[in-house]
């Protein structure tokens, strides 16, 4: 089994930034990826980026391109989302997922989830 931890959640102003960590334990798997995926309220669980552990090869959602960053630490097991230049319509929970093979943009692509943080961007 595959435990992933989230933290670094909270609340910023609009234009503001916030890092958040993914910490992944039990049997991790050096050739898979991570994905995060964030859910308003009312609205479908959404992807925002992804990573491969190895190559780092990266994906993003059109929304986040350019303001987010998703980069990983191989010997730390975590991935981490640098949130710079934040908006109101960033505010959800937001997941990180993992998954042994190739990263993919589709929530039902994913194994492992960890229980969310919450990003609140005021205007």
């Known amino acids: 089994q595959v435990q992933l931890v989230e933290s670094g959640g909270g609340l910023v102003q609009a234009g503001g930034s916030l890092r958040l960590s993914c910490a992944a334990s039990?049997?991790?798997?050096?050739?898979?990826?991570m994905g995060w995926f964030r859910q308003a309220p009312g609205k479908e669980r959404e992807f925002v980026a992804a990573?491969?552990?190895?190559?780092?090869?990266?994906d993003y959602a059109d929304s986040v391109k350019g303001r987010f960053t998703i980069s990983r630490d191989n010997a730390k097991n975590t991935v981490y989302l640098q949130m710079n230049s934040l908006k109101p319509e960033d505010t959800a929970v937001y997941y990180c997922?993992?998954?042994?093979?190739?990263?993919?943009?589709?929530?039902?692509?994913?194994?492992?989830w960890g229980q969310g943080t919450q990003v609140t961007v005021s205007s």
């Open positions: 997922a993992g998954r042994a093979s190739f990263y993919s943009i589709y929530v039902r692509r994913y194994d492992y």
């Open positions: 039990g049997r991790t798997f050096s050739s898979g990826a």
């Open positions: 990573i491969r552990w190895n190559g780092g090869s990266t």
